[in-house]
């Protein structure tokens, strides 16, 4: 949905993160819905990752704002479907004429 607003969760640790994306049921900790966020870091260094991106933040702060948008790109059933059958039918096509299919070796 392309609301622009932002999900904050929180979660234990990157098996859990990993587990809810995986699984889908498991709970993560909603923690909000917003536009923007600021967290503030006091005292020791502590691990943080936004969209892929890890690092050990020194105390201060972090503020994350929806800036704009981008494309995503994601599976597509049907070209998959349609992509394997050009695969088939150009394969028929270079036994026909006698050519090598990409996987064979000759000797």
């Given at each position: ?6 999900e ?18 498991l709970?993560h900790?909603?923690?909000?819905q ?10 020791d ?19 994350i704002?929806?800036?704009?948008r ?10 998959k479907?349609t992509l394997?059958?050009?695969n ?14 990409d996987?064979e070796?000759?000797?």
């Amino acid at each position: 949905i392309d609301d622009r607003m932002l999900e904050v969760v929180g979660v234990v640790g990157v098996p859990q993160l990993g587990i809810s994306y995986m699984i889908g049921g498991l709970q993560h900790h909603r923690l909000a819905q917003c536009r923007s966020v600021r967290f503030t870091v006091l005292g020791d260094p502590v691990p943080v990752q936004v969209d892929g991106e890890a690092w050990m933040q020194e105390p201060g702060y972090i503020k994350i704002i929806h800036k704009n948008r981008a494309q995503m790109l994601f599976r597509d059933k049907n070209f998959k479907h349609t992509l394997s059958e050009w695969n088939s039918k150009m394969e028929a096509v270079r036994v026909e004429r006698g050519l090598m299919s990409d996987v064979e070796v000759q000797v």
